[in-house]
């Protein structure tokens, strides 16, 4: 079932949200919609690591956030909603050095007032690196 409120949600309608954002400056990048999942991946790179040259886990934070943000906000019609993450967590279980972070992003609940979405961050040769929950709250525009 496809979740988005545009059906035919492509990842360059969400890459468009980037400029100017800390995601832009990091090099955070959509490169694919599912009917209900989201891909993104982060380059392990300079703006990236941590001084032992790993990827920094506010890195992964940012990746996880910027997935499961962007998800809800594509869920809802944005004439009537805004949506705005309220909590985050993240367990890091393996260094990535190089190359690419993969992150996926899937619902755990779609409700009227509150998203709950999982973020599974994997490196290039798809080995789970870091799990991450982030809720969102779903608001009323009322006059924004």
Do not use: F
């Not at 360059?12 to 209900?36: F, Q, S, Y």
């Not at 703006?47 to 506010?58: K, M, N």
Request: charged share 20%; net charge neutral.
């Amino acid at each position: 079932m496809n979740i988005w409120h545009n059906k035919a949600l492509q990842p360059h309608h969400i890459n468009a949200l980037n400029p100017g954002t800390l995601g832009e400056h990091i090099g955070l990048e959509c490169t694919e919609v599912g009917d209900d999942y989201l891909v993104g991946t982060l380059p392990v790179d300079h703006r990236t690591v941590q001084p032992y040259g790993l990827l920094h886990g506010g890195a992964s934070c940012v990746l996880a956030e910027t997935l499961g943000s962007v998800a809800s906000a594509m869920v809802v019609d944005h004439e009537k909603y805004m949506t705005l993450g309220i909590e985050i967590n993240a367990n890091h279980l393996r260094a990535i050095k190089e190359g690419k972070a993969i992150g996926t992003c899937r619902p755990l609940q779609l409700g009227k007032t509150l998203h709950v979405w999982e973020i599974r961050i994997c490196d290039e040769r798809n080995r789970l690196c870091c799990v991450s929950r982030l809720t969102v709250m779903v608001k009323e525009r009322k006059g924004l």
